[in-house]
């Protein structure tokens, strides 16, 4: 059956539609590069394209391809809406070739912030055990993204629960099958974001945690209650019991209660970071004020630093969604339970060593508030304090695997092996891999 010839009618209408489809390609790229309402309520809605387009962008040159191979086969450069179209969808690729190449700084980036917050300290430690090749940098896990499944192979066991509170009191413990029972390897605890109001602890940082767990590390993954359920301080009490609850129990599960860190992402930035900063404190700890919830480093990603907004860093609309959701009360009539729930007003000779990350494209966190933060912590701390500042990223960049969530996952490891070298946490490397022959 032939075809009947296309009307010049279909042929404008496709050459509109493809123009059209164009013009929204080139304005998710150009939120991309650099994101719309950055610090105001449209950075909220513009996050999200901005974020998978920043982190994917040669997937997103491959659908654009697509769409404009589609377009071009029915006719749509008969027209000249359809010419219009392709400049556009070429002046996007270009752009998004320009996002990959900016992707691909974070490692040079990573590399300066470990030497200036490190110095002659790095690259000293050395891992427990080697790493299987399937996990590193490959075209496959690039071309995965988001697909790729991290649990398999790292958490075999039933979720454990560490707390009263049903499953927001719930935990995974990340590790190698064949990690030796009494390795005392050492622990790394994340702490999951989602706005003290969602998210759960199988949705992110799994990419770094496969990549310590199958260096010999114990990664333990955590719930907490969440808000408007749960009300300030319920949240870093949960973090708090967490870390009491590993370090009576991870020696069971091959880890080292002696050495134990914590990270997060946002909120979880926020929640890991005052943990890190308030040990011991017998006002997030009751019932069990005698607990020693101590960390030996912190290595928060993209967090809330501060809810007063006492320097002007962060976003006035997050101060009423925390009056309404979390305190339930307002900053002026509560002001001192704000400080208490904020993290730089813990920040003190005592921080124990931090590595903080941060993008500088991100739309829902500004990046001046992790600079203020840093700033604090190098001129209170006595430990060290490294700052990686990712050109391009937006928050939560690190979620699947790209380009910076690889660099971030071997950064991150780099940084606390070389505090467990600092700290004289050094395991017998040859004793542990004979161990698991």
Not at 21 to 49: D, E, H, I
Not at 239 to 266: E, L, M, Q
Request: hydrophobic share 40%; charged share 20%.
């Amino acid at each position: 059956m032939t075809r009947a010839p296309r009307t010049t009618d279909d042929v404008q209408r496709t050459g509109r539609r493809f123009l059209a489809v164009s013009a929204a390609g080139a304005l998710n790229t150009a939120n991309a590069r650099k994101p719309f309402g950055r610090r105001g309520r449209v950075g909220t809605f513009t996050f999200f394209p901005g974020w998978l387009t920043s982190e994917l962008p040669l997937h997103v040159i491959g659908w654009q391809a697509l769409a404009t191979a589609g377009f071009v086969k029915r006719g749509a450069l008969r027209s000249k809406e359809g010419w219009l179209g392709l400049g556009l969808s070429a002046a996007s690729w270009y752009a998004l070739r320009e996002v990959w190449k900016t992707s691909m700084q974070a490692g040079e980036v990573f590399d300066h912030a470990l030497e200036e917050g490190l110095g002659d300290e790095l690259d000293e430690g050395e891992s427990p055990m080697a790493p299987h090749p399937e996990v590193e940098l490959t075209r496959r896990r690039l071309v995965q993204g988001p697909l790729h499944n991290w649990r398999k192979g790292y958490v075999s066991g039933p979720s454990l629960s560490y707390g009263d509170a049903g499953r927001r009191n719930q935990l995974d413990i990340w590790k190698r099958p064949d990690l030796p029972l009494d390795a005392g390897a050492p622990v790394l605890l994340q702490v999951h974001g989602g706005g003290w109001v969602i998210g759960n602890k199988d949705q992110q940082a799994m990419p770094l945690m496969a990549h310590l767990a199958d260096r010999g590390w114990v990664c333990v993954s955590i719930n907490y209650r969440l808000s408007p359920r749960a009300t300030w301080p319920d949240h870093i009490v949960d973090v708090k019991r967490a870390i009491a609850w590993v370090k009576a129990n991870i020696a069971d599960h091959g880890g080292d209660p002696d050495f134990v860190c914590i990270t997060g992402g946002s909120a979880g930035g926020h929640l890991s970071s005052l943990a890190a900063l308030s040990a011991n404190e017998p006002e997030f700890q009751p019932g069990f004020e005698e607990a020693d919830t101590s960390v030996r480093a912190a290595v928060p990603f993209y967090g809330v630093y501060d809810w007063t907004n006492r320097d002007g860093t962060g976003l006035a609309s997050m101060e009423g969604m925390l009056a309404r959701v979390v305190l339930k009360s307002k900053l002026a009539d509560d002001r001192d339970r704000w400080e208490q729930a904020s993290t730089m007003s813990w920040v003190g000779p005592d921080a124990p060593p931090f590595f903080v990350v941060h993008g500088t494209n991100d739309g829902l966190v500004p990046v001046e508030q992790a600079r203020s933060f840093v700033a604090m912590l190098r001129a209170e701390s006595k430990q060290p304090v490294a700052y990686a500042e990712l050109p391009g990223a937006q928050h939560a960049f690190e979620v699947f695997d790209s380009p910076r969530t690889i660099y971030s996952s071997g950064a991150v490891h780099r940084f606390l092996e070389a505090v467990r070298v600092r700290e004289g946490h050094t395991a017998d490397t040859a004793d542990t891999a004979e161990a698991t022959r």
